[in-house]
């Protein structure tokens, strides 16, 4: 019984070792927009912003939070994510452009 109980043990502190990975996110800017629009993360995630327009883009959050700079045609800039919330960000070339990250607790 009492190995039993040992081994129990065991796999569940093998089980909680095993922090889950960050996931990264891929955002596409095409047609003047982001795609998705809103991507749901988690602290410790990744998203990457890959520009397939002719003419280049930004990805802006607001107040400084993040900014890609000028994303030229095929260019790509990621972002590690590092606080909760819900970011509403831009380009800052066509303001018109929005998107989203809503930011939940680290996985
Ligand atoms: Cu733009």
Same mark, same amino acid.
């Not at 990975?21 to 993360?41: L, Y």
């Given at each position: 019984?009492?190995?039993?109980?040992?081994?129990?043990? #065991?796999? #569940?502190?093998?089980?909680?070792?095993?922090?889950?990975?960050?996931?990264? =996110?891929?955002?596409?800017?095409?047609?003047?927009?982001?795609?998705?629009?809103? /991507?749901?993360?988690? /602290?410790? %995630?990744?998203?990457?912003?890959?520009?397939?327009?002719?003419?280049?883009?930004?990805?802006?959050?607001?107040?400084?939070?993040?900014?890609?700079?000028?994303?030229?045609? %095929?260019?790509?800039?990621?972002?590690? !994510?590092?606080?909760?919330?819900? !970011?509403? +960000? !831009?380009?800052? +070339? =066509?303001?018109?452009? =929005?998107?989203?990250?809503? /930011?939940?607790?680290?996985?």
């Amino acid at each position: 019984m009492r190995a039993i109980v040992a081994a129990a043990l #065991l796999l #569940l502190v093998g089980a909680c070792r095993t922090a889950p990975e960050p996931v990264v =996110h891929t955002v596409t800017i095409e047609g003047s927009a982001f795609s998705p629009a809103v /991507v749901t993360a988690h /602290v410790g %995630d990744r998203v990457v912003w890959i520009n397939k327009d002719f003419f280049p883009h930004t990805a802006t959050g607001p107040d400084g939070t993040f900014d890609s700079g000028l994303l030229s045609p %095929d260019a790509s800039w990621t972002l590690t !994510i590092e606080t909760r919330g819900t !970011i509403d +960000y !831009i380009c800052t +070339y =066509h303001p018109t452009m =929005h998107g989203t990250l809503q /930011v939940e607790d680290a996985r």
